[in-house]
C-alpha cells in the first residue's frame, strides 16, 4: 500500500481526536538537529471546520481489536485499514516538519493485538524521530489505556505531551458504551503521568541535566451528547481533573453519529455544537479567570443558558456586584466584567496606574464595550439604569442563533422547538428575552 | 517643540533616514506635519524638505532612546518602524517627543492617543509574524528549501531567529514579495537582503509527493459534520491563502508573473544555493 493511501486512511481515522495543541513547551533549535517547539504553540494551517492544525494527527494503526461502540475504528465496522511501519511515520514527518507544514507529530493507535504491543510500536516510532533523526520538534503521544507502566514511563520521555482520552463523562456511560475500557485503567497511568512529572521537575532543579519527563503536561478528552451527563457533571469532573491530576487542558468533542446502536444518539442527529462551544467557555472561566465549577452552574441549573455564555450568565445572576469602578475594582473582578478578558484586564491594570480611565481611553487600550457597558463605571461614565430586560437583550448571543436548528436535541426549551418551526429570529429572540427575564 | 512648521519631511525610507528626521525636529524646533519617504511625494501646499541621512545623526537619536526612555522603547519604535500602520513615521515622532518629556513612564500611558496606536501597531506587526511562523511554506529544491510570502509588514527580521534555530542544518529562503526582500540562510549564516524577483527551478518529484500527500492529509483531516467556513477565514484570513498551498486551488487565482531587474532565477536547485551562498557571501 502507497504510504498517501495509508496517510489518508489513518489521518481520516484520528481526525475525532480533538487536541492538536503545539503548546507548552519551550525549547530552542540546535545545530545537531532539527525543530524546535514554542511555548505558544504555533497553528500551522485551519481545516474546513475551522480547527487548528498544528500537528501531523494520524493513528499509527487502525486494526483495532476493541469494540466501543461510538468509534470509526471498532472491530465490527466495515472501513479500510492500514497500519504505517514506524520508518515511513517517521520519514514522513520529517518530510512534513522540514517544508513547515507541521510543528510535530500527534501520534495515536488503535489497540493492535494488546495495548502492550500497541505502545512498544508507538515508542519505537518516537525513538526513531527523537534518536535517529534528531528530531527536536513537538511530538504529543497518546497512552494505550490498560499498557504497562514502564511503558509510559519510556514513552513520556519521549514526547513533549501525554494524553489519555477518559472517553465519557462517568463510568455508568464507559461501562455500556466501552466495554473494553475501564476508569482504572484510565485514571491509573493519569496519576502515573502527574506523580513522574512532578518528581522529574524536583530532579531538574537539582540537576539541570536531569531527563524531562512529559515537559508540556497531559490533557485528555471527552465525547459530549453520546451519553446522558448534564453540563454541571461534565464541568465539576473537569474541574476536578485540573485540580487533581493537574492536567494542562480538558478537550470536549461533540459526539458526531458513526454508528448505528441503539445505545446511541441517532445517525441523523447533529453534533451539539453550541454545547461543546459553551463547555470550552466555562473551561477558559475555570483556568485562566478564576472561577469555580460551581459558580458557574449548579445542581438546580444544571445546564448551560443557551442564550447567554457562561460569564454572562454569571454577571446577570449577580448584578448586586455590579456595576464596578474600572480605576478601583480589584484585578480579579476586572475578570469577571463581561466583555473584558486577560489582555484586557490587565492593560486596564497598567494605565490606570498612570491616571483614572474615561471611556475614550478604555476603548484606545482596545478594551470591548459592547458587553462591557453593562456592568461598569468610569470616570464621567455610568451605564444607563437599564432594566434587567434590556441589559438581557443586549447580552443574547447572536452564536445561539446562527447555530441554527442543529441545536435542538440538547435543550428542551418551549423558545427552542419554535425555531424548529420555522419563525421569525426577532421573535424568538423577543421571546427569549423575557423568558430569560423572568427566570432571572 | 516651538510649534507646528508647515513643512513635509521628505526621506530615504531607511531607519537612519527617518532617525535623522528626528534629529532635525528636535534640533530645529519645528514639528513638520508629515514625513514621508522621497519616492511617495506628491505635489503639495505645504513647503518640502529633503532630509539626508547622516549616520551620525541618527545614532545619536537611537542611543537617546534607552537613555532617556527605556530600552523596550526602542524595541517599540524599531517594530513600528517596520509595520504597515498608516503615517508610522509620525506616530513615532509624536511617541518619541512625548518620551522624551516623560521618560520611562511613557511606555505605561497605554490609553494616551500618541502611545495607544504604536502598541496597536506593534500587536499587528507582531501577530502577522506569528501567524507567519505557520503559514509559511517550504518547497524543498534538494540543496535548499524556498518560501515565498506576502505579508503587509516588514516581517522578516521577526522571522529570522525562529527559522534560523528551527532548520539549523538546513539551507533556505524566505521572499517577501510585497517588501522586495529575502531572508536567505545558507552555510550558517543568515541575512536579510533585498531581491526583486526570486524565479524558482521546477519541483522534484519528492516535492511533488510531499505536496500531494499533504493536500490529501489536509482534506481528511476535516470533519465534514462540523464545517465552518467563517471561522475557517477568522483563523487564517485568505489574503494568506496563496501562499498556502494546501488552501490554494480554493483560490482560483491566476498567476502572477514576474518581471524586474535584480532577479534570482535559477533552474535547479543547486544553482539556487550557489545564488544564496554568493549573496551571504556578498554580505
Known sequence: MEVLEKLTILADSAKYDVACTSSGVDREGDATGLGSTVAAGICHTFSADGRCVSLLKVLLSNCCVYDCKYCVNRVTNDVPRATFTPRELAELTIGFYRRNYIEGLFLSSAVVRNPDYTMEQMIKVLELLRGEYHFRGYIHAKTIPGADP????????LADRLSINIELPSEKSLNTLAPNK????????????????????????TYSHAPKFVPAGQSTQMIIGASPESDYHILMLTEGLYHKYSLKRVFFSAYIPVAENPLLPALDTAPPLLREHRLYQADWLLRFYKFSASEILDKENCNFNPFLDPKCNWAVHNLHLFPVDINYCSYEMLLRVPGIGVKSAMRIRVARRNG???????????????????????????????????????????????FGTRQLSMFDTPVLSVVKGGAAIPEIKEEAVRCLARQI | MSGTADMIYLYDASFEG??????????????????????DAQPSMFLQKN???????????????????????????????????????????????????????????????????????????????????????????????????????????????????????????????VHKAALVYYNAHSEIISLDALTLPPLLEDEKEYRAMWAAFYKTIAITARENPRCRMTHCPKRYWQDMLEVRPE??????LDDGNNVISAKTGYELSLLAMENTAKL
Open chain 2, 251 to 256: 483560490l482560483d487565482k491566476t498567476p502572477k
Open chain 2, 51 to 177: 532630509i539626508e541621512t547622516d549616520n551620525e545623526k541618527a545614532a545619536r537619536v537611537y542611543e537617546s532612546i534607552p537613555r532617556k526612555i527605556c530600552g523596550e522603547a526602542a524595541e517599540l519604535v524599531r517594530a513600528v518602524f517596520l509595520s504597515c500602520a498608516a503615517q508610522k513615521e509620525m506616530l513615532i515622532l509624536r511617541f518619541l517627543l512625548l518620551g522624551y518629556r516623560r521618560g520611562a513612564q511613557a511606555m505605561y500611558l497605554l490609553s494616551n492617543p500618541d502611545v495607544a496606536p504604536m502598541y496597536s501597531a506593534e500587536r499587528h506587526l507582531k501577530n502577522e509574524v506569528h501567524l507567519l511562523l505557520g503559514f509559511v511554506r517550504f518547497s524543498d529544491y534538494g540543496e535548499v528549501l524556498a518560501a515565498v510570502i506576502h505579508p503587509k509588514n516588514f516581517v522578516l527580521p521577526y522571522m529570522q531567529t525562529h527559522f534560523v534555530k528551527r532548520f539549523m542544518c538546513e539551507n533556505f529562503i524566505i521572499y517577501d514579495e
Open chain 2, 18 to 39: 527617518f532617525l535623522t528626521c528626528v534629529y532635525d525636529c528636535v534640533y530645529n524646533r519645528e514639528m513638520p506635519v508629515d514625513i514621508i519617504c522621497a519616492d
Open chain 1, 150 to 157: 514502564m511503558l509510559v514511563s519510556r514513552i513520556g520521555m
Open chain 1, 356 to 402: 483614572t480611565l474615561d471611556m475614550g481611553d478604555l476603548r484606545r487600550i482596545g478594551v470591548v464595550l459592547k458587553r462591557a457597558q453593562y456592568f461598569i463605571v468610569c470616570r464621567g461614565f455610568k451605564p444607563m439604569s437599564a432594566g434587567r430586560e434590556q441589559t438581557v437583550s443586549a447580552l443574547i448571543d447572536p452564536a445561539a442563533f446562527s
Open chain 1, 182 to 205: 475501564t476508569k482504572q485503567a484510565i485514571l491509573a497511568p493519569m496519576a502515573q503521568v502527574r506523580r513522574t512529572a512532578l518528581q522529574a521537575k524536583a530532579e531538574l532543579a
